[in-house]
DNA sequence: TACTACGGTATTTTT
DNA sequence: TACCGTAGTA
């Protein structure tokens, strides 16, 4: 019934609106129903709409009915998003589609079917990486391991790595084996058994487990191939090893799959994503078509040039050429400040600017513009400035709501009163809030508990009926054993509706006295959390169907609506847009991040410069690039490059702005005179620049590279850069010793000369590395150049 | 058992 | 610099 010619004469003989809003990229994408295909969607090329038309000319032409398409996405967002435009497109008409979600939601689903081919109850529990943390903890404290030297953080890393491959413990390299300690593999079975005597599963097991089923069991596979005649696969970039082999095994028969993503927004190879999983698709699918959708529907013109000139530079793509019919529009704009704070007051000056509808363009929102940032870290700068300036803004990320302790900690009562054999609940909440149970009772619980073969729970019964516990601690603890032992029994009979039995929880466990006793800042804000946390339970049926919900659904739309500024990470903005869009910190080592090109060499280098990439495309009208010359990093002042990445910008697409001030505006400080960048060299060519910038010698991009390199650690200053120096700077050429003074940090001596940075111990200040060009010999103070 | 002081460390984080 | 986590102490 579902032969290629009789669905397409299908098509034919209806009318399809959904197809005729399609450009022929989109429209082929959402036409090739059989066989492998990848999609290569560019930035704001209409992917989600291409591929939610795949879906809905499977199910109008009566090619797939909806429990036979499995169409698996990354966030609950994205799926959520893809089943409303489903059903939006198809007039509401069909029901949900089951096997829509997260290839976690999925796996979940499947695992509790068929969990005793997993060893496991089918009511298993999801631990998330706090708990998984927990586990580590206490697995390396029984192994006496040096919680310092080998923190459980580390173990919880790596073993997630090793999940991401598919590794089993016996499965793990021998080279890879040695890591942790050379204990490694015997910590992660160690952490498996006792995930399977919890009866438990961390995020990886998810699909490591229905891999196993598939594998051990070919008639479940056969099923499931059967079954899923239509898969879909959104952001496949971001496909770690597991979920690709997850995806084989399921596509082995038909092949019927397609893959949509784009290699040049990889960003998450970190955390075990494989970008060669999209490249290798052709060899993986022979016959695979590949369809590129190119128009972007989001940008101007300049900022998508800027983009494609910046993403060139990366080897091994697959290759895009993005275009819009759309006008040029503003260029990119590039400033430098003189510091972060000046980056951050500039910007709140932006935005304010634009939100009145100055520089001819009409006013902009708040919530049209973003600032989006490499590191967390750099947000706190924005932060302050908005505070001050009275600028609404709202930060994107950080804890989310249900990773909240106060959240965690309320969770974990439910988590009992549903099954009081939780032992990790249990052992979360014993003494909390406190009840005078510490180490010892717990470790006391948990003795006779495994000696006796039971839960932490009857554990505790016992050690309180045989006295084994004593004092205060004792009595608290008859009193919480009863209360969980009662809170199950209402769970049970559904005596109460679920909403009133978590107020009465919490209520009787003491744990919203414990905050409302609580007179810290912060208290008031949690009470409010739990109110919301309650409130949330009233969407479902029962606390088991909350919990289930929460396992997976770690995210957190708190819906305000009020106009802000959105300042989030560059990997929290990919598939976001923006109007108008601030990329501040780039600077070489923040971004790209020193750390990841240290760890990952070229492979880190071009993860960030599709980072770079993800940010620019997330403007649709106004891209505003920045950089500081100085930054304070862990409280130590560094002067700081330009990014390379500033360097690959496409000079036509990019409009050099002036910073304000003559001196205090700054002008980029030592970066840019020392950039290769013909864009810096034009901004250099003015007024302020000129004292700043160098011979050629400095403007090699070997040297830059050098400079940035020995300004860590302290090389030598060549001779002839040294005379540079002196020629351009009269008046403060400086040797070791010399006593010195600088505008922010007063009086210091000379320690060492590293290119034009020196080495300074300030009298109050401490060690610095500063531009040579902010200091003078001390005495000479009236000369101050500012 | 609970508080304080110190030291080590410091990206990005869909589930 | 600022936080977190551990260890030591009251």
New binding site residues.
């Given amino acids: 019934m579902s032969s290629t010619p009789l669905s397409q004469r299908a098509v034919a003989a209806r009318p399809a609106p959904y197809l005729d809003e399609l450009n022929p990229a989109q429209r082929e994408a959402a036409e090739t129903l059989e066989g492998p295909v990848l999609m290569l969607a560019g930035a704001g090329t209409g992917k989600t709409k291409a591929l939610t038309s795949r879906i809905v000319h499977l199910l109008a032409t009566g090619t797939a009915k909806p429990n036979e398409i499995l169409a698996v996405t990354?966030?609950?967002?994205a799926a959520r998003e893809m089943k409303l435009r489903v059903g939006r497109t198809l007039g509401e008409a069909v029901e949900g589609m089951p096997w829509l979600g997260?290839f976690?939601?999925v796996c979940v689903k499947l695992l509790r079917r068929h969990a005793e081919l997993a060893d496991l109850k089918s009511n298993f529990t999801i631990l998330d990486?706090d708990d998984q943390i927990r586990l580590m903890k206490q697995l390396l404290a029984a192994a006496n391991v040096d919680?310092?030297r080998w923190p459980a953080r580390m173990l919880a890393g790596i073993i997630d790595g090793w999940k991401n491959r598919a590794w089993t413990p016996e499965q793990v390299p021998p080279d890879e084996a040695k890591a942790f300690d050379r204990r490694g593999v015997e910590f992660y079975a160690a952490y498996q058994a006792r995930l399977r005597d919890l009866n438990a599963v961390d995020?990886g097991d998810l699909l490591l487990h229905v891999i196993r089923i598939f594998r051990e069991n070919e008639d479940v596979l056969a099923q499931y191939r059967r079954w899923f005649r239509y898969i879909l696969v959104d952001?496949y970039q971001?496909t770690n090893v597991a979920q690709y082999l997850w995806l084989r095994l399921l596509a082995g028969g038909h092949r019927n799959i397609c893959c949509v993503g784009d290699d040049d927004q990889s960003i998450?190879g970190?955390?075990g994503?494989e970008v060669g999983n999209i490249l290798r698709f052709e060899q993986d699918f022979e016959g695979a078509k590949v369809v590129r959708l190119e128009q972007n529907y989001r940008s101007t013109g300049h900022i998508l040039a800027a983009a494609s000139g910046v993403i060139a530079s990366n080897k091994g793509r697959l290759g895009k050429t993005l275009w819009t019919d759309g006008e040029d529009g503003e260029k990119v704009r590039l400033i430098g400040h003189w510091d972060g704070e000046e980056e951050a007051r500039w910007i709140g000056e932006q935005v304010e600017d634009l939100q009145r509808g100055t520089r001819g363009l009409d006013p902009f929102g708040l919530d049209s513009m973003a600032i989006l940032v490499r590191?967390?870290?750099q947000m706190r700068a924005f932060e302050d400035r908005f505070l001050t300036i009275g600028l609404p803004y709202r930060v994107i990320?950080g804890p989310?709501f249900y990773e909240r302790l106060e959240i965690r900690d309320a969770m974990a009562y439910f988590r009992l009163a549903t099954s009081p054999d939780d032992d990790l609940a249990f052992e979360r909440i014993v003494?909390t809030p406190?009840r005078?149970?510490?180490?010892?009772?717990v470790q006391t619980i948990q003795k006779t508990a495994r000696s006796n073969g039971v839960s932490l729970h009857e554990g505790a019964r016992l050690a309180v009926q045989g006295q084994l516990i004593r004092g205060k601690?004792a009595g608290e603890l008859r009193v919480l054993v009863e209360a969980i032992d009662r809170w199950h029994g209402q769970v049970v009979a559904e005596a109460d509706t679920h909403v009133e039995l978590a107020e009465m929880i919490l209520d009787e466990s003491g744990y919203t006295g414990m905050w409302q006793a609580d007179k810290t800042p912060e208290a008031p804000g949690r009470l409010e959390n739990l109110k919301e946390l309650v409130k949330a339970l009233e969407n479902f049926d029962n606390l088991q169907g909350f919990l289930e919900h929460v396992a997976?659904?770690?995210?957190n739309e708190s819906e305000d609506s009020e106009e802000k500024v959105t300042i989030m990470?560059l990997?929290?903005a990919k598939g976001l847009e923006f109007p108008v869009v601030f990329l501040p910190g780039w600077e070489d080592g923040l971004f790209p991040?020193q750390?990841?090109m240290d760890?990952s060499g070229l492979k880190g280098l071009e993860e960030e410069r599709r980072l770079a990439y993800v940010g620019i495309t997330r403007a649709e009208r106004l891209c505003t690039i920045s950089f500081a010359g100085n930054r304070r990093v862990?409280?130590q002042w560094q002067s700081q490059l330009p990014s390379r990445f500033i360097d690959e910008l496409p000079e036509a697409h990019v409009e050099v702005l002036t910073p304000p001030g003559l001196y205090g505006g700054g002008y980029g400080a030592a970066g840019m005179s020392a950039s290769a960048s013909p864009i810096l060299q034009g901004l250099a060519a003015s007024s302020v620049q000129e004292r700043a910038s160098r011979a050629d010698v400095y403007n090699s991009p070997g040297w830059k590279r050098l400079q940035s390199r020995s300004g860590q650690r302290g090389m030598a200053q060549p001779q002839e850069a040294r005379g540079i120096t002196i020629d351009l700077e009269a008046s403060s050429s400086f040797s070791t010793g010399d006593r010195v003074f600088h505008q922010k940090f007063g009086y210091g001596e000379v320690m060492a000369l590293e290119g034009d940075k020196l080495v300074i111990e300030f009298d109050k200040a401490g060690t610095k590395n500063v531009v040579a060009r902010f200091v003078v010999q001390a005495g000479q103070a009236d000369d101050v150049p500012f």
Avoid: Q, V
């Fill in positions: 990354f966030t609950n967002k997260t976690h939601a990486s919680e310092k995020f952001e971001d998450y970190w955390r994503a590191a967390s870290h990320g989310r003494n406190k005078g149970l510490g180490d010892k009772a601690g997976l659904i770690m995210d990470t990997h929290a991040s750390r990841s760890e862990y409280g």
